[in-house]
């Protein structure tokens, strides 16, 4: 008999619906069954491509003992944590603070009125390694609910209490100036990881926002130290298992510190940031590599992650079929030499082993390599490497593969939004400028109400329930604005604004901070507000870097205020943190350097000469430079308002800080004011 989640849009609680465990999703009246039957709540929280979450759902969560005693002494509630990032956000603050560490699954025991009082995130079935095992936990908290109560209620109180005073203090409402980009520049250089790139040791993760500040810095300040950091770490996440070297797109990190062996999952908005930071890796230093990883990772998107809708589904998984009915971690992806001659013969599988370091003892599991590009002083044929590359991925799409996350996220998609359209644009590929335009067209049909009110998620052209979240409304006004720059229409700024003004109006506080959750919205014991770069921007810096592009093309004083107001958080983490708040400095780049206003003129946009200038506008790696392109007169975005032809020729104009250079002709002059 399926439980209550047999009617959700999300892939990963309709994985449990059909568990013994009688599931509600979270609801006023789960907590309302929780009271009336004086039960305390079990909250489970995780997500589709969790590899941990599957391993407890196999061991606990199908278990018919297990799940009759959950079900006779527990409310029982499961969470997608990407369905519900505000549920996620402020019980995982309450694990971190007590237990010090956290992750998914994440458990976490609540009174009926949602307050915590005892946490965990993965327990085994049987007692292991310090740990009890989940049926132990599950008797001790019933144990104490029923004979401690008093004590149950005074350790949520005063958890709720904690959570309560962390208020965040982050200085003043000013944005950082050269002093504060200089010390976190400084404070990265310390942690960077100069033999292997990136930062920090293992688990190593894609630091694509720290990149982004790093390319923005050494634009504005020709700081070469910026840039190698940027091109080293680069480089070795695409010659690393972590990047997949036949299909593209990348894994969510690396398990090692040089980043050979991946956790083999793949996340819509990694993939995103990564396919935009190595265009404008190769926008700054021409590299082949940079230019095919973008490329093969925006190839990667569309085929694999586009959905029948147009919008992009949010993960694969981690683990597959590995052929004999288990489901493994890697599976998919990894190669024996054995398997290589299978498929290639003997001579080119001894060229493929040694071409993308498939070795006898392996470099993963069981004698099996992840596929990466080593560094090696042969040269290799490209045609015969090509041929071998192409009938590998031939061979691999016979294999059982990972299972996807259909579930279209509004924040992702708006990263994968920007960064389709940009790299369309750079590469002359107007196919990834479709692809963002059909995501875009189905956020705006499907996601947005009449008051421009997002929906966090949709599923096979159904709109979730959930309300949208401050990173919803940044990430997707980040990728119209994108689009504005790439077709030159105004329709996308138009969009853009209705989202950043509830931003303003709903997400902000008296003081310019941010909350994740609007004014209006569900309350929890604890109004999240997470200025942190993680795995993706935050919805704060997020929103400060589109309020602040949006400002630059409209002129809005109120957007420009409220970015400038929300980068004072940077101000004050940027030195401590800089690995933590890295799209928030690549925002501070943009407000130290203007941003600059680019506005083409042309008689035609389909005209040779004005699509020259456009594109080198384009590739102008001022940081955080926005760009109109329109004919002469034309009032469909506000910078070309008065612009007129030089001579008759189509005309670029850059402006900065209510100040215009002279208007040009000349697609090298513009290229220069740029920093091209």
Same mark, same amino acid.
């Given at each position: 008999?399926?439980?209550?989640?047999?009617?959700?849009?999300?892939?990963?609680?309709?994985?449990?619906?059909?568990?013994?465990?009688?599931?509600?999703?979270?609801?006023?009246?789960?907590?309302?069954?929780?009271?009336?039957?004086?039960?305390?709540?079990?909250?489970?929280?995780?997500?589709?491509?969790?590899?941990?979450?599957?391993?407890?759902?196999?061991?606990?969560?199908?278990?018919?003992?297990?799940?009759?005693?959950?079900?006779?002494?527990?409310?029982?509630?499961?969470?997608?944590?990407?369905?519900?990032?505000?549920?996620?956000?402020?019980?995982?603050?309450?694990?971190?603070?007590?237990?010090?560490?956290?992750?998914?699954?994440?458990?976490?025991?609540?009174?009926?009125?949602?307050?915590?009082?005892? !946490?965990?995130?993965?327990?085994?079935?049987?007692?292991?390694?310090?740990?009890?095992?989940?049926?132990?936990?599950?008797?001790?908290?019933?144990?104490?609910?029923?004979?401690?109560?008093?004590?149950?209620?005074?350790?949520?109180?005063?958890?709720?209490?904690?959570?309560?005073?962390?208020?965040?203090?982050?200085?003043?409402?000013?944005?950082?100036?050269?002093?504060?980009?200089?010390?976190?520049?400084?404070?990265?250089?310390?942690?960077?990881?100069?033999?292997?790139?990136?930062?920090?040791?293992?688990?190593?993760?894609?630091?694509?926002?720290?990149?982004?500040?790093?390319?923005?810095?050494?634009?504005?300040?020709?700081?070469?130290?910026?840039?190698?950091?940027?091109?080293?770490?680069?480089?070795?996440?695409?010659?690393?298992?972590?990047?997949?070297?036949?299909?593209?797109?990348?894994?969510?990190?690396?398990?090692?510190?040089?980043?050979?062996?991946?956790? !083999?999952?793949?996340?819509?908005?990694?993939?995103?940031?990564?396919?935009?930071?190595?265009?404008?890796?190769?926008?700054?230093?021409?590299?082949?590599?940079?230019?095919?990883?973008?490329?093969?990772?925006?190839?990667?998107?569309?085929?694999?992650?586009?959905?029948?809708?147009?919008?992009?589904?949010?993960?694969?998984?981690?683990?597959?079929?590995?052929?004999?009915?288990?489901?493994?971690?890697?599976?998919?992806?990894?190669?024996?030499?054995?398997?290589?001659?299978?498929?290639?013969?003997?001579?080119?599988?001894?060229?493929?082993?040694?071409?993308?370091?498939?070795?006898?003892?392996?470099?993963?599991?069981?004698?099996?390599?992840?596929?990466?590009?080593?560094?090696?002083?042969?040269?290799?044929?490209?045609?015969?490497?090509?041929?071998?590359?192409?009938?590998?991925?031939?061979?691999?799409?016979?294999?059982?593969?990972?299972?996807?996350?259909?579930?279209?996220?509004?924040?992702?998609?708006?990263?994968?939004?920007?960064?389709?359209?940009?790299?369309?644009?750079?590469?002359?590929?107007?196919?990834?400028?479709?692809?963002?335009?059909?995501? &875009?067209?189905?956020?705006?049909?499907?996601?947005?109400?009449?008051?421009?009110?997002?929906?966090?998620?949709?599923?096979?052209?159904?709109?979730?329930?959930?309300?949208?979240?401050?990173?919803?409304?940044?990430?997707?006004?980040?990728?119209?604005?994108?689009?504005?720059?790439?077709?030159?229409?105004?329709?996308?700024?138009?969009?853009?604004? !209705?989202?950043?003004?509830?931003?303003?109006?709903?997400?902000?506080?008296?003081?310019?901070?941010?909350?994740?959750?609007?004014?209006?919205?569900?309350?929890?014991?604890?109004?999240?507000?997470?200025?942190?770069?993680?795995?993706?921007?935050?919805?704060?810096?997020?929103?400060?870097?589109?309020?602040?592009?949006? &400002? &630059?093309?409209?002129?809005?004083?109120?957007?420009?205020?409220?970015?400038?107001?929300?980068?004072?958080?940077?101000?004050?983490?940027?030195?401590?943190?800089?690995? !933590?708040?890295?799209?928030?400095?690549?925002?501070?780049?943009?407000?130290?350097?203007?941003?600059?206003?680019?506005?083409?003129?042309?008689?035609?946009?389909?005209?040779?000469?004005?699509?020259?200038?456009?594109?080198?506008?384009?590739?102008?790696?001022?940081?955080?430079?926005?760009?109109?392109?329109?004919?002469?007169?034309?009032?469909?975005?506000?910078?070309?308002?008065?612009?007129?032809?030089?001579?008759?020729?189509?005309?670029?104009?850059?402006?900065?800080?209510?100040?215009?250079?002279?208007?040009?002709?000349?697609?090298?002059?513009?290229?220069?004011?740029?920093?091209?």
């Amino acid at each position: 008999m399926p439980n209550r989640l047999a009617h959700e849009t999300s892939p990963y609680l309709l994985q449990h619906a059909d568990n013994p465990v009688d599931w509600w999703p979270w609801s006023a009246e789960a907590f309302e069954e929780a009271r009336k039957t004086n039960k305390p709540v079990l909250l489970s929280v995780g997500y589709s491509s969790c590899h941990w979450c599957h391993v407890l759902a196999r061991e606990s969560f199908e278990d018919e003992a297990v799940a009759a005693f959950m079900n006779e002494h527990f409310v029982n509630i499961k969470v997608d944590r990407e369905e519900r990032p505000d549920v996620d956000a402020v019980y995982m603050e309450a694990v971190q603070a007590a237990t010090g560490q956290g992750g998914w699954p994440m458990t976490v025991f609540l009174t009926p009125d949602a307050e915590p009082f005892y !946490f965990g995130t993965y327990f085994p079935p049987s007692p292991r390694q310090g740990m009890p095992s989940f049926r132990q936990v599950l008797e001790g908290v019933r144990a104490a609910w029923s004979d401690r109560r008093d004590e149950v209620a005074e350790v949520a109180g005063k958890i709720v209490r904690d959570l309560a005073g962390r208020e965040i203090s982050y200085g003043d409402s000013q944005a950082p100036g050269e002093e504060q980009l200089a010390a976190a520049l400084l404070g990265l250089t310390r942690e960077y990881d100069a033999q292997r790139g990136g930062f920090g040791g293992a688990p190593k993760f894609p630091p694509s926002m720290v990149v982004e500040f790093l390319l923005r810095h050494h634009a504005r300040t020709g700081a070469e130290g910026a840039l190698q950091m940027a091109r080293d770490t680069c480089e070795r996440m695409a010659r690393g298992g972590i990047h997949d070297q036949l299909g593209g797109g990348f894994a969510r990190y690396s398990v090692d510190r040089d980043w050979i062996v991946p956790h !083999f999952e793949k996340m819509l908005y990694d993939n995103a940031l990564l396919c935009r930071v190595y265009a404008h890796l190769w926008r700054a230093t021409g590299s082949d590599l940079a230019r095919r990883v973008a490329l093969d990772t925006a190839d990667f998107m569309v085929r694999e992650l586009r959905t029948a809708e147009g919008g992009f589904a949010s993960a694969l998984d981690a683990d597959s079929d590995d052929g004999t009915g288990r489901h493994v971690e890697g599976a998919y992806y990894v190669w024996t030499p054995e398997q290589l001659s299978e498929v290639l013969g003997e001579q080119d599988a001894e060229l493929a082993a040694q071409y993308f370091g498939v070795t006898e003892e392996g470099t993963f599991e069981h004698g099996q390599s992840v596929l990466q590009l080593p560094q090696q002083d042969t040269v290799f044929d490209a045609e015969r490497i090509e041929s071998i590359r192409r009938r590998l991925l031939d061979a691999r799409a016979q294999r059982p593969a990972p299972g996807r996350d259909d579930k279209v996220v509004a924040a992702w998609n708006g990263l994968a939004i920007a960064a389709l359209a940009e790299t369309g644009a750079y590469f002359d590929r107007p196919d990834l400028v479709d692809a963002a335009l059909g995501a &875009a067209d189905l956020l705006v049909r499907l996601h947005l109400d009449e008051q421009a009110r997002l929906s966090r998620t949709s599923k096979d052209g159904q709109v979730g329930a959930n309300a949208g979240v401050l990173e919803d409304y940044a990430d997707v006004a980040e990728g119209f604005l994108a689009l504005a720059s790439v077709t030159g229409e105004g329709v996308w700024l138009d969009f853009a604004g !209705f989202l950043l003004d509830h931003v303003l109006s709903r997400f902000a506080g008296e003081d310019g901070a941010l909350f994740d959750t609007a004014a209006d919205a569900e309350r929890l014991i604890r109004r999240p507000q997470d200025p942190t770069d993680n795995a993706v921007p935050s919805g704060w810096t997020a929103a400060a870097g589109a309020l602040l592009s949006y &400002a &630059a093309q409209t002129g809005s004083e109120p957007h420009r205020e409220g970015a400038e107001k929300a980068l004072g958080v940077v101000k004050a983490l940027g030195p401590r943190v800089p690995r !933590f708040v890295g799209w928030g400095l690549a925002v501070a780049e943009a407000f130290l350097d203007g941003p600059k206003e680019v506005a083409i003129v042309g008689p035609a946009p389909t005209d040779d000469a004005t699509k020259a200038l456009h594109r080198t506008a384009l590739l102008g790696t001022a940081p955080g430079a926005v760009v109109a392109v329109g004919t002469a007169g034309s009032d469909e975005l506000p910078l070309l308002a008065d612009r007129v032809l030089v001579d008759g020729r189509p005309t670029a104009y850059v402006c900065r800080h209510f100040t215009c250079d002279a208007p040009t002709t000349d697609a090298e002059a513009l290229r220069v004011a740029l920093g091209g």
